[in-house]
């Protein structure tokens, strides 16, 4: 691990503790602890240092050029919120279980927002439903990011201090009771974290260190972050190690990685993975990285690349298209879906260089062919798919019981790992809308925004203006109405997921410790036929009927691992798996 200096406080024998903070742009900082200021040293790198008598529970702040106060840049808490004081943390925990992760083929994952996923919206809220989610099959919790945001309700993606979990969710030893819970019933814990951009409000960095910050680059959600100076690299590989060496992560997802520009030499992505590498190497244990990535870049990915796995929005977008029938927006590229499931389920990506009408006809993607299924996540849903539309509506308002259970029989059985949106599993109506907690001049160019970029589906609704970002009710519509469970509709799906996810796990998980060689055919435009060959001579086959009308078909002495494939047809939306 590297000996420069590092970001946030770090204890010292003693009873002392050093701060650091780096501030270029600053002529002095003093630090501010509890009623006492103290001047801090400054290096030739513009690193500010000093060490002072500091336990666990004080509360410190960093006065700028003797005006402006602000929070450590890497606080660890902030009990009054982004522009409040930050508190010191011991992280002394009493972890109750040993644990060394799980190899990434079993990975069955429920991405979650903490704040919506129970009753109280907590760390510890969480805990009282993971039971639930062992028992439905699933062997991995994401979650959406918790790092520190403006406000009492966001998504995450918002985050300005990426050291501190929110306190709206808890306290750190409240998180870590979660991912130890988690541990204690075989559960992965994988964080989602945000390095392409900081948040509107309640980041002070461009006051002191403006050189994290770069104009050669624009992001859709903020000033585009510099990871060609050494400091700023330090800041991202530090805080992927805080996450996973803290609190004992099992995996970080990378958000929108394609907006990063700036990424320096070696580009920050392998320096992040490489540095991820040792520490998974010296502790012994099952670390997961994965992107999201709209570029399709599969040189990242392994077996060649650095990181695990890709979010697969083309396999999510080709199917949203055929079960709806949507193709706005991003939806236009995928406006003839079957094709383009069939590529995804062998190959990967659909876009592996070809050209994009959405992306005013640039080439998208590299070639993919080559990779394993075990490189990429796939999902019906996700908090973006859903959460993104004007009013935050599931995929089951817009289309038939029918045909999401067929896509959630081939998703589930499928050799890539699959992913479902928290409630998923049972079918959940709930809706997802976006919410946030801003004010101000803020809050208004974020309504605006969102009223501007959602006109026309306003006038599709016949001028019903979706719920305001802002109000609290917003928030509250989307928080998991676990009472729902027990009704008949959701008993018969969770049923269904149940039985998918345990033929999975006994039949399909132990296939993909092997190689795996996939083709497609497409002989009948109509039929979905897809096979995985894998190194052993196992062989794995899908053959599905997603649309409304019956194809002719032929097909007999192969073992049904799911489904039935007998007579001379298959039905509307019939779904069949074989497994030699």
Known sequence: MSERPVFGPRYMDGGQTRFHVWAPAARSVDLVLEQQTLTMQKDEQGWFALTAAAAAGTRYRFCIDG??????PASHFQPQDTHGPSELIGHGYDWRHEWRGRPWREA????????????DGTFRGAIEHLDHLVESGFTAIELMPVADFTGSRNWG????????????????????ALIDAAHGRGLMVLLDVVYNHFGPDGNYLGLYAPHFFTDEFSTPWGASIDYRRRQVRDFAVQNALHWLQTYRFDGL??????????????????????????????????????????????SLLQPAGPYRAQWNDDYHHAWHVLLTGESQGYYEDYVQPLPRLRRTLSEGFDYQGEASAHHGGAPRGEKSGRLPPLAFVNFLQNHDQIGNRAYGDRLESLASSQAIEAALAITLLAPQIPLLFMGEEWGSTQPFPFFCDFTGDLAKAVEEGRRREFAAQYKHNKGHEPPSALAVETFESARLDWSQVSAAPARSRL????HLLALRHEFVVPLLAQAAKAKANGAKKDLLHVEWQFAEG????????????????????RRALWGEVSGSSLAPWQVAWLLD
Do not use: M
């Not at 907006?259 to 030499?265: L, M, S, T, V, W």
């Not at 019956?550 to 002495?557: A, Q």
């Open 253 to 298: 997802r990378l958000d929108a990685v394609h907006a990063i520009r700036a990424r320096g030499e070696p580009p920050i992505l392998e320096e992040i993975a490489r540095t991820v590498a040792e520490l998974a190497l010296q502790e012994k244990r099952h670390i997961h990285l994965v992107l999201e990535n709209g570029d399709n870049a599969a």
């Open 495 to 498: 049923h269904l997921v149940r």
């Open 108 to 119: 069955v994952i429920c991405e979650l927002h903490v704040g919506t996923f129970s009753k």
């Open 157 to 176: 993606y918002d985050g300005v201090l990426l050291f501190a979990p929110d306190s709206a969710y808890g306290r750190p030893e409240d998180l870590k």
């Open 67 to 72: 005006g402006t106060l602000v929070p450590d």
């Open 538 to 557: 196992a062989r794995l086959t899908l053959l599905a009927n997603p649309s409304d009308r019956e194809i002719p078909l032929i097909w007999s002495g």
